[in-house]
Each structure stands twice: as structure tokens, then as C-alpha cells.
């Protein structure tokens, strides 16, 4: 996995955006402003940072060594993810599509309803 198929199967998310943070070195996909993925790298390795609810964060970084709580992100919610090989690339979908579920909750609803086109 790399960062350009990971950000094009962010951009798949209704309403998502990317763009490039240069201050962080960080490529963000955000949705309505609010960012559900951040890529970059830690220490040399690729990583993906990602919203996720907290009980369930703590049990994926229990799992597995190459999930750490969220590089320079809130530990209780997100988590940073490695990219080097060793996890699946439908693992990391899947939180993908978790971390944009979890900020589209945060959202007004009328903007919910407008991205899942009920408006």
C-alpha cells in the first residue's frame, strides 16, 4: 500500500477532499472541513492516522504492534496505522471507512443528509 492508492480510496468518501498540509509534511483527506485521514511517515515508515471509537482503538492496538495510538492526534481517538507491508490492505479500508463514519457522525445533520443525498 502507498499513500496515493490509500488517498484515492479516501476520495471515494461522499464529499471528501484532499489536500497537502505543509507544516505537518502530511498529505489530509477531509470531509465538510474535517479531517478523517492524515498520511505521512513516523520514524521512516508510511503511516495512516485515523479517527476510530475509542474502545475499539484500544483493542486494535492490543491486537496489533503495528497500531499505535494517533501520532500527535488525540489518543483516545484516533490511531496511526503502519504502512510497511505488514498489514492488510483490507484492514486498512476498513479503517478507513470507520474514520470517515465517525467524523460524518460529527457533522450537522442537515450536511449529513446533503452528503447521503436525502436533501
Not at 500500500?1 to 505543509?22: F, P, Q, R, W
Not at 484500544?58 to 494517533?70: F, W, Y
Not at 505488514?86 to 486498512?92: G, M
Request: with cysteine; charged share 25%; aromatic share 10%.
Amino acid at each position: 500500500m502507498n499513500h496515493e492508492t490509500l488517498i484515492e480510496y479516501c476520495l471515494t468518501k461522499l464529499g471528501s477532499v484532499h489536500d497537502y498540509e505543509a507544516t505537518w509534511e502530511a498529505d489530509r483527506v477531509k470531509v465538510s472541513g474535517k479531517m478523517f485521514a492524515l498520511l505521512g511517515d513516523f520514524d521512516n515508515r508510511p503511516i495512516i492516522t485515523l479517527k476510530c471509537p475509542p474502545a475499539l482503538a484500544e483493542q486494535l492496538r492490543d491486537a496489533n504492534k503495528e497500531v499505535i495510538p494517533g501520532y500527535y492526534m488525540n489518543k483516545a481517538h484516533w490511531n496511526t496505522l503502519f504502512l510497511d507491508g505488514l498489514l492488510d490492505e483490507a484492514f486498512v479500508h476498513q479503517m478507513i471507512d470507520i474514520s470517515y463514519q465517525e467524523v460524518l457522525k460529527t457533522l450537522p445533520k442537515k450536511v449529513q443528509l446533503t452528503l447521503s443525498g436525502s436533501l
